[in-house]
């Protein structure tokens, strides 16, 4: 049998001036049978029991693995994903159970830049019709009009305002992810969540397209949930990084901690994976490489899900789950047997 640790509490209440809240969220997607009745014979468990804060102006990452949840996570917490269970509250006020006409009036707070810039945009649709639907549909009405503002927004984000009139065939990778960037802050939101932003586009310009966000939340005092998987990309933006395994967050803290001295084993590995510039620490430092396959969120490991792959799992990781805990002020891991690992 499976014992919780009750002793363990949430930490999305630590922060009285948080923006968003998170806590305990959890995202299941149904496993039907293939009979006439298609009942329910289980569940993909995506997101399980995730709880965190971000404050006004911050840049939370969220690194992992293919296939963890992270972007399940992100789009659940936009209410583009019923959550299972849980709790989402932004600006001081639960949105967790809204129902879609409530949801409108939040997307004006709310938006998200979407991973693919070849898919997320309406090829049907010139980019003046796609960064103006937020306006449309929000009811807004400019005061020196709607085009005005759309090619100001074009000119922010580094496009031609005389493109106007164009379709998203006529533009690359990097300026359709623009594209999405102009659609996202239009209505001038307090929290954007970012999926991948920047895994679609060439090395040359993910580092344009970073500096952007960084300019706009800096102009515009913006919060960011930066999702991807590169991890070197999310120290380079974000404030705290949250790590998680099979829909679980593994360790919290700033970034600095995260990258110079990790607590858990999972994220022993995942920082030893990123290049040091410097090619002599590069030769010294220890490789982590994990052994075994990610276990299936449809049969989740028992206790700690990592312990199949961790080479410190003990018993007492089979028995218990460790939910997150603070080590260090601000630095929260979910480890039975925590070890501060210097790594730069």
């Known amino acids: 049998m499976t014992v919780v640790d009750e002793s363990n509490t949430s930490i999305a209440a630590d922060r009285g001036d948080a923006l968003l809240r998170v806590d305990q969220l959890q995202k299941y997607f149904p496993i039907t049978g293939n009979g006439l009745l298609r009942r329910r014979i289980g569940d993909?468990?995506?997101?399980?029991?995730?709880?965190?804060?971000?404050?006004?102006g911050?840049?939370?990452?969220?690194?992992?693995e293919s296939g963890c949840g992270k972007s399940t996570a992100g789009r659940t917490i936009m209410r583009l994903l019923e959550p299972t269970g849980g709790r989402i509250e932004f600006d001081g006020r639960d949105i967790t159970k809204l129902s879609r006409r409530e949801l409108v009036p939040l997307r004006r707070e709310m938006q998200m830049i979407f991973q693919d810039p070849y898919s997320s945009l309406n090829p049907r649709h010139t980019v003046g019709t796609i960064i103006s639907a937020p306006f449309k549909v929000q009811g807004v009405k400019p005061a020196r009009g709607v085009?005005?503002?759309?090619?100001?927004?074009?000119?922010?984000?580094?496009?031609?305002?005389?493109?106007?009139?164009?379709?998203?065939?006529?533009?690359?990778?990097?300026?359709?992810?623009?594209?999405?960037?102009?659609?996202?802050?239009a209505l001038r939101p307090k929290l954007i969540v970012c999926d991948e932003p920047v895994s679609a586009l060439d090395v040359s310009i993910q580092a344009q397209v970073v500096n952007l966000l960084e300019d706009l939340q800096d102009e515009f005092q913006l919060a960011y949930i930066f999702i991807a998987h590169d991890l070197s990309v999310v120290r380079h933006i974000s404030d705290r990084v949250a790590v998680m395994y099979l829909g679980r967050i593994m360790e919290l803290a700033e970034s600095d901690k995260i990258y110079k001295a990790p607590l858990h084993p999972y994220t022993h590995a995942l920082t030893s994976a990123v290049p040091l510039p410097d090619p002599r620490a590069e030769r010294k430092r220890e490789r982590i490489i994990l052994t075994g396959d990610l276990p299936s969120p449809i049969n989740p490991p028992s206790g700690c899900v990592f312990r199949t792959r961790c080479p410190k799992a003990q018993q007492r990781c089979t028995d218990e789950i460790p939910l997150l805990r603070e080590f260090s002020p601000g630095h929260y891991g979910a480890c039975h047997f925590p070890e501060e690992r210097k790594l730069v």
């Open 44 to 56: 993909v468990r995506a997101v399980e029991d995730i709880s965190f804060d971000v404050v006004p």
């Open 58 to 64: 911050e840049t939370l990452g969220i690194v992992g």
């Open 147 to 185: 085009q005005a503002e759309v090619q100001d927004l074009m000119a922010r984000v580094g496009l031609n305002p005389e493109h106007f009139n164009r379709y998203p065939n006529e533009f690359s990778g990097g300026q359709r992810q623009r594209i999405g960037i102009a659609r996202a802050i």
